[in-house]
């Protein structure tokens, strides 16, 4: 069985950097068949995607976010990664890794979630 | 850029009842590439249907979507208590790819 699992700090100061790991178990993340990207959540509110990227390392991200946002993939590790740059108060959310089908393009894997926190 | 519009916002309904959940783009869109997930309180969300009509695996039949160009629907047919959760659309355009989620609808014990 597939598993997705987010690992990385809790909390981060205002203007520094987010950073994520999501760690692949039960499958490969070097497939053709997908792709790994970041969902992230604030409390209380809707989904925001953030962006994905292939094994191959071409990536696709959130238009509105696109310059904050850096997705990296290590399939040695089975491992990919997410930056998030100059953080504010609203970037304040729990953090989800995910799999996301490359034909039909559905996300059919999440991790569990993790809480970030924006804070001096 | 695509908006989806999920409504309402809220549905008060009995276990037993039938729910109807609808979802709206602000231009056609490609079913093929229309989802719908399933959200509980402090849960990730849960894949329910995709290609606006498919079941995801294990998922009951009691859920089913429908739709095309710029209206879709999710219908539970009858609401169970493990039913009762947020539901959220989403789509996927490729002008630039981006995965877009509607803003959900939560579906509450009457």
């Known amino acids: 069985q597939l598993q997705l699992q987010e690992s990385g700090p809790g909390l981060v100061k205002p203007s520094e950097t987010l950073s994520l790991t999501c760690t692949v178990s039960g499958g490969s993340i070097s497939s053709s068949s997908h792709y790994w990207g970041w969902i992230r959540q604030p409390p209380g509110k809707g989904l925001e995607w953030l962006g994905n990227i292939y094994y191959s390392g071409s990536s696709y991200y959130n238009p509105s976010l696109k310059s904050r946002v850096t997705i990296s993939v290590d399939t040695s590790k089975n491992q990919f990664s997410l930056k998030l740059s100059s953080v504010t108060a609203a970037d304040t959310a729990v953090y989800y890794c995910a799999r996301h089908d490359a034909d039909t393009r559905e996300i059919d894997y999440w991790g569990q979630g993790t809480l970030v926190t924006a804070s001096s | 850029e695509i908006v989806l519009t999920q409504s309402p916002g809220t549905l008060s309904l009995s276990p037993g009842e039938r729910a109807t959940l609808s979802c709206r783009a602000t231009?056609?869109?490609?079913?093929?590439?229309l989802t719908w997930y399933q959200q509980k309180l402090g849960q990730a969300p849960r894949l329910l249907i995709y290609g606006a009509s498919s079941r995801a695996a294990g998922i009951p039949d009691r859920f089913s979507g429908s739709g095309s160009g710029t209206d879709f629907t999710l219908t539970i047919s009858r609401l169970e208590p493990e039913d009762f959760a947020v539901y959220y659309c989403?789509?996927?355009?490729?002008?630039?790819?981006?995965?877009?989620f509607g803003q959900g609808t939560k579906v509450e014990i009457k």
């Open positions: 989403q789509h996927y355009g490729n002008s630039p790819p981006t995965w877009t």
């Open positions: 231009q056609s869109v490609s079913s093929r590439y």
